[in-house]
């Protein structure tokens, strides 16, 4: 377990210094130097090289990494020139609000995931499942903008019940508690991710129900409800510890969508608002950050699912 | 009495295979003859092939036969509903919708394949290679699989698009860049299981090189994973196609479908309409 353990951890590692690498990569390649930026569109070529000499900017590449690597380990995410602050900062101001969007909605996503799940499985092949399944691939083939759009329409504007713009308070306290303006972003995060979600659960359930532990359970005498309750809950609840961490790109992606949709002012909106200013210090800041997250989940994750398995935990 | 000479076999013998001791000789039973009748038999599969030929019909056909206008605008025609002229009715620069579907279409089908062929072809060779050779060499390669499927796979694709421009040739390859990750992991998984299978030996027994063995034995055995995950990559690429279009970031000599949903063509929509 304890080697598990450490192996991970040290291939987690590896993984997270390929992908700074890959991340300076695309830095280097795509905006190699932002004295165009600093000293304007029309300097020479004299004053961009005596500007990129002076900050380093013209050093071998390795020169470069290692130095980049440096500000990283320090906390420094680079610079913004185009909004003039510290990437660091605009993350800071921006983060709790975009953490409360992915959170509720994966909260919400698993909490009605897990039962549907389990519903379709016992009432196999039924209307109900067959239902479920019908609404499940609508959803999941749905792009979320699309869903965004239509839930807007439908609920802010034909039948004023929620407000069409996600709430645009600072506080994110003041934000958790405005369910009138938050409700639908979370409502289509949560949506898109029920979607995978309940078909996975759903043939995790099925696949758990033919164990033998659950006919010697019924076998016992035990109730229905309590087989249910108390042997297939538990354990076909396993793969969902492992694809909670694998959603997380998806999660981030669809984030971006929902705050431009919504007009949220989370790090989504931020990551577009760059993108229309061409600011690739943010930009690749933030792609790392979420590649760090991904990383960081799955081995959050797979450590979970030892912890909760005792299965793995033994072998 | 004459001498009868032996008779021929009456013509109608049958001449071809003959059967063994109580068998029975039934139509073709391997190959893409089995594949076509197993696939028509099968309800789902000849609606999703219908399905499938419509859209295309529809983006590529459908142009020569319906002559909707997608390039001259028209500001008296703005945002009208759907009827006579336009089936579909007229964007908020008096564009014909009907059309623009169709030609739209046709530029995320062509990223949606391309990128999808591309991904496929990089993929399965890559973990085919990975699986066979085993050892550090495929530890090595899955953690470069790793590292790129760990990076959010629409941030990479924004970035690009918003510094090299988006046409379907570099769309198709950042996607496909992409896309041929899950394959290469997949491919890898099934030829793990399918060299210690006998046919590996026998092959190997017989000499074949390690290329032969790719692409003669371990690819073609597994080709169902493959066929089942291209269908998703297909999925995938247009969809993430029409969510650059979305953000405002699509192609920009073509129309594509998310484009028709921009932020900004919305909120036209909206002020005009008063909703």
Redo the contacts between chains.
Sequence with gaps: MISYLIRRIG?SI??LI??SF??FF?LHI??PSPAIDVLGSRANTALIDAWNKEHGFDDPFIVQYLHYMNQLLHGNLGYAYKFNQNVTTLFQERWARSAYLTFMSLLLAVLVAVPLGIFQAIRRNSVGDNVVTSLAFITY?M????LA?ILI?VFA??FPVFNFEASQDTNVFVVMGDWHSMTLPILTLALVTIAGFSRYMRSSAMDTLTQDYIKAARAKGLTERMVLTRHLVRNACLPMITLIGLTI?AL??GS??TE??FNYQGLGLL??NA??N?D?NV??A??LI???L??IG?LVADLALTVADPRIRLA | MTHVAPSLPPLDINRGPTAPEGGEIGPVQSGFKLAMREFAQNRLAVIGLGILAFFVLFCFVGPLIYHGDTINTSLENTLLPPGAGHPLGTDNVGLDVLGQLMKGGQASLEVGFFAAFIGIFIGTIFGAVAGLIGGFVDSGMMRVVDVFLSVPFLFVVLIVAVRYGASVLSLSLIIGGYTWLVPARLVRGEVLTLRTRDFVSAARAAGSSRGRLISRHLIPNAMSVIIVNVTFNVADAILAVATLGFLGFGLTTRMSTGATCSPTALLTCRRATGG
């Design positions: 291939t590896i993984i390929g992908i890959f991340i695309l795509i905006y083939a792009p979320v903008f699309f759009l329409q504007l034909s790109p981030l992606a971006l969508i431009t949709v990551f577009y993108l229309n061409a690739y930009l690749l933030y792609t979420g590649a760090s991904t990383v799955n």
